[in-house]
């Protein structure tokens, strides 16, 4: 300081320590997963992805979400209430279970805009209004119908795409008739409605994925692969495999929240809890 000579030290308090760079956080891939399997306390390790993907139903053609669901659905929240129908028969099933939601968005007309309704953001949303006699009649009247689900083929990128992936205008086909110069391009895989899922008020867990419809999880990892945006691609090209985006692992005893959350801290992973909440 002021009047030091050199070579003094100085009496005021020592410069604090360089704190310790975080270590980083380790990405959340299948063998995360089922390095997370192994730990005691929890009942399953699903990993939580929602894809988007243009889907036909109903002679109508709109870009979705699609999440991947395990066979066995016990202890998932998100499985608790469905409307109408059921889960899937099996992991190679070609069934399709939705959301009540996905239902009246899908048929909704177009905005004077023309952009069509998508449902508001979040997972805070107001229950239908109508009664659940009408909505239960309605979920019912789909079961069976057909969702088809539109896989880009592997091929050379053609002039209407951006890095290989097919653009479509979905408002050019209304009616589920595409033109002739996507039809090549995609692989139609058809599925059955098996499940129509119930809109809850309040926190719906299914609007916090912003997720329409599930697939069996094996069905939708392949899915997902073939419809990643340019974006995901890019870092896939330059980092490799990105991961999941996130992970749930329920406990079996609540009083384990926190010592399960430490011990995947412990691994290198980010975690946190819905500590509060009531199945």
Do not use: C
Request: glycine content about 8%; hydrophobic content about 35%.
């Amino acid at each position: 300081g002021p009047g030091e000579r050199e070579g003094e030290k100085s009496h005021g308090p020592p410069d604090p320590a360089p704190e310790p760079s975080p270590t980083p956080t380790r990405m959340l891939d299948d063998a995360a997963i089922a390095e997370l399997q192994g730990l005691s306390g929890i009942r399953y390790v699903l990993p939580n992805f929602s894809f988007s993907s243009y889907v036909r139903f109903e002679g109508r053609t709109r870009r979705a979400f699609i999440g991947g669901a395990p066979q066995s659905i016990e202890y998932n929240p998100r499985f608790k209430k469905f409307l109408a129908g059921h889960h899937f028969t099996g992991a190679a099933a070609r069934e399709v279970v939705v959301t009540e939601r996905f239902i009246s968005w899908v048929r909704s007309k177009n905005k004077p805009n023309g952009n069509r309704r998508r449902r508001p953001g979040g997972p805070f949303q107001m229950a239908p209004t109508r009664s659940e006699e009408e909505r239960a009649r309605e979920a019912s009247g789909i079961l069976g119908k057909e969702v088809v689900l539109l896989n880009p083929r592997e091929q050379d990128a053609p002039p209407s795409a951006v890095f290989g992936i097919p653009i479509i205008d979905a408002s050019t086909s209304e009616n589920g008739d595409f033109a002739s110069e996507f039809g090549a391009q995609y692989e139609e895989l058809v599925y059955r409605v098996v499940g129509v899922l119930k809109a809850e008020d309040g926190f719906d867990i299914n609007n916090f994925m912003e997720t329409d419809m599930f697939i069996p999880l094996d069905q939708a990892k392949e899915f997902r692969d073939a419809n990643r945006d340019p974006m995901s691609r890019i870092g896939e090209f330059l980092a490799g495999d990105t991961g999941y985006q996130n992970a749930e692992l329920p406990v079996i005893d609540v009083a384990q929240v926190e010592s399960v959350k430490q011990e995947i801290k412990k691994r290198g992973y980010r975690a946190w809890s819905f500590s509060n909440q009531v199945d």
